[in-house]
Nanobody, 124 residues
């Protein structure tokens, strides 16, 4: 099985920054998994934020976060990160990391493994 644990959420003022982490434990090597970050705002559907390939050399971002968010991973530490800068109130959501073997798709349904989520609240 694959277990994912997010951390780093919190309350921040607009324009501020946060760094989320997602620690992964799995029987397979961490580098076998593509990773994604998704978010769900109150009353809204789960939304793609970013994804990263197994070796970390390729990434994909939602238009709404391009230039502000950066995804990275440390395969030696079994951890994926989401650096969020220039945060806006509309970034307020529960942020989830997810894992899948293979390609770093953008659709939530392509990811079988999920963390419990971490709350990010951006005040205006």
């Amino acid at each position: 099985q694959v277990q994912l644990v997010e951390s780093g959420g919190g309350l921040v003022q607009a324009g501020g920054s946060l760094r989320l982490s997602c620690a992964v434990s799995a029987r397979s090597t961490f580098s076998a998994y593509a990773m994604g970050w998704f978010r769900r705002a109150p009353g809204k559907e789960r939304q793609f934020v970013t994804s990263i390939s197994m070796n970390g050399r390729a990434t994909s971002y939602a238009d709404s976060v391009k230039g502000r968010f950066t995804v990275s991973r440390d395969n030696a530490k079994n951890t994926v990160y989401l650096q969020m800068n220039s945060l806006k109130p509309e970034d307020t959501a529960v942020y989830y990391c997810a894992a899948r073997v293979g390609y770093y798709y953008q659709r939530p349904d392509d990811y079988p493994y999920w963390g419990q989520g971490t709350q990010v609240t951006v005040s205006s």
